[in-house]
């Protein structure tokens, strides 16, 4: 064994980056699942609390994935979740083994792994353990007439929106002349935020982690680094 690769091994950050990508994914869905079951329980749907202009609370639902998109059917997009998340949590593991794989990268896939979870639950248990009243009444946890679906056709809960800023468009643009433009629309959720989060930065800061080497690789470009 290299001298490079005894010092990789017995950095101290490195030798619990495994750890460290386990509190990410356990706080974040906790904290998610929190958020989520405060506002079902809390607000009737589409209820919408103003905490500054460009900063609301507005309660929403979906069938579909992060920011409110629907893509095939309902059972598909579960299962596609979880195959996902299964394939993440694989991946997640291996790399952390591999010194040539930047901690920073290992923190984002577990951003992404632990979004994937928090969305998950919602689409597996939620039909389940909330009903759906009508508006004004508030969703009851574990209600006693049983929940508004089955298991794995739960629905995501969304919260957070963010309308920055709007404008009407000039009459002369072609197509959306006189129409309002505002920005941000979409409602999201906090495991919608650490998806996009651990994706955009690891495409931004570790754009070379994107490619998984094989161990044997590994070994050989970390006696090529610099010490």
């Known amino acids: 064994m290299s001298t490079t690769t005894s010092q990789s091994n017995s950095h101290p950050l490195r030798r619990h980056r495994g750890l460290l990508a386990t509190l990410i994914i356990v706080a974040v869905i906790l904290l998610d699942q929190i958020i989520k079951i405060w506002v079902k329980t809390s607000f009737y749907m589409n209820e919408d609390y103003e905490i500054t202009s460009w900063f609301h609370l507005h309660f ?26 299964g394939a993440l949590i694989w991946a997640l593991c291996k790399l952390r083994k591999m010194p040539t794989v930047k901690t920073g990268f290992l923190v984002c ?30 969703a009851t946890l574990f209600p006693p007439d049983g929940g508004y679906g089955t298991l794995f056709h739960g629905r995501v809960v969304d919260m957070f929106y963010f309308p920055l800023f709007s404008f009407m468009w000039p009459s002369w ?16 959720n906090l ?24 161990p044997s690789s590994s070994s050989e470009n970390e006696e090529n680094q610099p010490k």
């Open 60 to 85: 929403i639902e979906n069938n579909g994935m992060a920011f409110g998109m629907e893509i095939g059917p309902k059972i598909f997009l579960t299962c596609f979740r979880l195959v996902l998340a």
């Open 109 to 138: 896939l577990a951003l992404i792994v632990a979004g994937a979870i928090g969305n998950i639950i919602d689409c597996v248990f939620y039909g389940v353990i909330f009903n759906n009243p009508f508006p004004p009444a508030l």
């Open 173 to 188: 643009v072609p197509g959306v002349g006189g129409q309002q433009f505002l920005f941000f629309q979409p409602v999201f």
């Open 191 to 214: 495991a919608d935020a650490a998806i996009s989060c651990g994706m955009i930065a690891a495409l931004i800061f570790y754009p070379k982690q994107l490619t998984i080497p094989t």
